[in-house]
């Protein structure tokens, strides 16, 4: 079993940054694919990003490339979310995910265990 515990969200103005933190307990993530994924109030949990084992790979979705930066230590069992040029619609709880399914084909699942969430608010 495995424990993720999220930190880095807060309040934050249109356009500006925040780096949310992933850290992983119980059992070592560093072959394992990590993901992130939001969900807004009455809004279904989406996929926003996701990084292999490696590193080398990462997976985001459409409305967050090239502001959002998916990265891992796995010397520190921890994933993070540079998240830059932040919008409103970017508000959400973001939640962090191991041992999913990403490729090169459009598969975004995730696995069984999450995190308990970040509040991210971004104010116009």
């Known amino acids: 079993q495995v424990q993720l515990v999220e ?3 807060g309040l934050v103005q249109t356009g500006g940054s925040l780096r949310l933190s992933c850290a992983a307990s119980g059992r070592t993530v560093s072959n394992s694919a ?8 009455g809004k279904e949990r989406e996929f926003v990003a996701a990084i292999r084992g490696s590193g080398r790979t990462t997976y985001y979705v459409e ?20 998240m830059n ?18 490729n090169s084909l459009g598969i975004r699942s995730p696995g069984r265990y999450w995190g308990q969430g970040t509040q991210v608010t971004v104010s116009s």
Do not use: H
């Open 7 to 9: 930190s880095g969200g």
């Open 34 to 41: 990590m993901g992130w994924f939001r969900q807004a109030p």
């Open 63 to 82: 409305s967050v490339k090239g502001r959002f930066t998916i990265s891992r230590d796995n010397a520190k069992n921890t994933v993070y979310l540079q």
């Open 85 to 102: 040029s932040l919008k409103p619609e970017d508000s959400a709880v973001y939640y962090c995910n191991v041992d999913g399914t990403y």
